[in-house]
């Protein structure tokens, strides 16, 4: 198992926000969501762990259900400083890793870190059975200052040049074998090393003798320390989100937030396409990759802001428990369904009519929805049936229903002989 293990306990005074900088929001989001972000969706992080400052430990849990970090399963107490807090987090973990998994630490304060980093440091942990730092080469001229006084300090020089090509940069994650951490520790509070070092990992591995493995790192992924960082990360979130404004137009946009039911979504989109019908991914989470319920990543075709919507003749919502409900706290979906509902078409499937319910969409009109959710259809005449058509809105009962709910869009969009022409071809009997 591969453990993600974000150190959130520091107060970031360096900052001056008056909060810990892993919690200051950039663009109406914490620092620490964009940081645990890349760790939930990497394909080799199985669980995460947040070791975080102690007023905020309820916080971390709703930011898990905000942003839907399903792989964030635990939340420690964090320490008075980094070696503290990682040593939480290890003891915290006695009882739930094995010797053999491998344990990464990150910075919460580190939002810039890429997948192809976090795959390589737990790559080089295992092939060395030991540790890896994520490290990148020193491009900077540099020389040894005459003092520890900062740079700019008045009287502080340089006599002797360092060679930069010997100089490796090292940075989180750091990834250690679980039982190689715990033996490692132990060692420095038998010996009294800990009390001697400063109070970092690589630090202690330096007075212990320990051999560090270097990973791939990035230059970019710096940890957020001063206010200019902050206005840089910034930045970096409007460049990503420029880069992700793709408009997309079609016959018909479907809406995907996290936790979306992935045969409500895709066989939709799928048999919309096969009748030559243009359809639209668009994602309502801020970012073009949506995780399903089943923790499948879809890239989608783009954000739903950007979406063009004068040409679209239908919206469509799939179901499923958790993204019907990131689905109703998006403003836009409630906006543009009453909008689609007052003059085109709207359809949606298992647990998400009742978003149509809430938006008083169905209100005297029949409809469908999933057993479970048959509480929250007010004003709606609800049908036990899997698929309800009144007008212009088209209601599905659940994953079953899906592939006649989708035909019944097709019929309605392109004709029911495009729709029979594709049923023939994929061999559907009803």
């Given at each position: ?88 987090g ?7 890793a ?44 540099s ?5 520890t ?35 490692m ?14 109070p ?21 992924n ?57 359809t ?12 399903s ?9 783009c954000?739903?802001?950007?979406a ?10 799939p ?37 149509l ?50 035909f ?17 071809a ?5």
């Amino acid at each position: 198992m591969n453990i993600a293990v974000i150190l959130a306990g520091g107060v970031g005074n360096r900052v001056g926000a008056g909060i810990p900088k892993q919690f200051i929001e950039i663009l109406g989001k914490p620092v620490l969501a964009y940081t645990i972000e890349p760790f939930n969706r990497h394909p080799d992080v199985d669980a995460i762990l947040v070791v975080c400052v102690k007023p905020y430990v309820d916080y971390i849990w709703k930011l898990k259900e905000q942003y839907g970090f399903d792989k964030l399963v635990w939340v420690t107490e964090g320490g008075a400083t980094f070696q503290e807090s990682v040593m939480n987090g290890m003891n915290f973990l006695r009882d739930k890793a094995d010797r053999n998994d491998t344990v990464l630490f990150h910075f919460g304060a580190s939002p810039f870190v890429t997948d192809d980093v976090i795959a390589d440091v737990i790559r080089v942990c295992k092939e060395v059975g030991t540790n890896a730092i994520s490290s990148t080469d020193y491009y900077l001229l540099s020389g040894e200052k005459k003092s520890t006084d900062t740079v700019l300090a008045s009287g502080n020089y340089t006599e002797k040049y360092i060679d930069r090509d010997t100089i490796a940069v090292m940075n989180s994650p750091h990834a250690f074998q679980y039982g190689f951490l715990v033996d490692m520790y132990r060692e420095a509070v038998e010996t009294g090393v800990i009390e001697t070092v400063e109070p970092h990992t690589t630090t202690l591995m330096y007075a212990l003798g320990k051999r560090i493995y270097f990973s791939k790192g990035s230059q970019t992924n710096i940890k957020i320390t001063t206010k200019d960082d902050l206005k840089l990360f910034e930045g970096f979130v409007l460049q990503q989100q420029r880069n992700s404004r793709t408009e997309a137009s079609g016959d018909v946009i479907v809406f995907l937030a996290d936790g979306f039911e992935e045969c409500e979504g895709l066989l939709v989109v799928d048999l919309l396409r096969r009748a030559g019908l243009k359809t639209v991914m668009a994602s309502v989470m801020g970012r073009r990759d949506v995780k399903s319920s089943r923790g499948i990543l879809i890239q989608t075709d783009c954000l739903a802001e950007n979406a063009d919507y004068e040409k679209a003749r239908m919206i469509v919502l799939p179901g499923g428990r958790l993204g019907t409900e990131n689905l109703g706290k998006s403003d836009l979906v409630r906006e543009k369904c009453l909008e689609f509902a007052g003059g085109k078409m709207v359809a949606a499937v298992c647990a998400a009519p009742s978003l149509l319910a809430s938006f008083g969409i169905l209100d005297g009109r029949k409809a469908t929805v999933h057993p479970d959710f048959r509480d929250r259809m007010a004003g709606a005449a609800v049908f036990d049936e899997s698929v309800v058509a009144d007008g212009n809105v088209i209601t599905g009962q659940g994953l079953g229903a899906t592939i006649p709910f989708a035909f019944e869009i097709i019929s309605s969009l392109a004709g029911s002989d495009t729709a029979e022409r594709i049923k023939k071809a994929i061999c559907y009997r009803e």
